[in-house]
């Protein structure tokens, strides 16, 4: 069945770094568009960027610049580089992706930037 499994949350001060995974099963990972998703104490899931098959990236307007998204299709993996991090980055963050009209996601990882 599909799995997606985030990794790489932490607690991490303002201005640091953290790289968060997604590993994928389940499906023909090199096929379809991967996608971070993130969630807010008491605000809604966002979109924060996603990658095509083939690699083309976009990114929500608050992390552009600050963000990478990047995959291995060996790997069956898709990352989310975060710098220069900052408290309105804390939240859930979420792996995802769709099939047709059906979503599917990870359980989520915490990510909380905080001094």
């Known amino acids: 069945q599909v799995q997606l499994v985030e990794s790489g949350g932490g607690l991490v001060q303002p201005g640091g770094s953290l790289r968060l995974s997604c590993a994928a099963s389940g499906f023909t990972f090199s096929s379809y568009a991967m996608t971070w998703y993130r969630q807010a104490p008491g605000k809604q899931r966002e979109w924060v960027a996603s990658i095509t098959s083939v690699g083309w990236t976009n990114y929500a307007d608050s992390v552009k610049g600050r963000f990478t998204i990047s995959r291995d299709n060996t790997k069956n993996t898709v990352y989310l580089q975060m710098n220069s991090l900052k408290p309105e980055d804390t939240g859930v963050y979420y792996c995802?992706?769709?099939?047709?009209?059906?979503?599917?996601w990870g359980q989520g990882t915490q990510v909380t930037v905080s001094s």
């Open positions: 995802n992706f769709q099939i047709s009209t059906t979503q599917f």
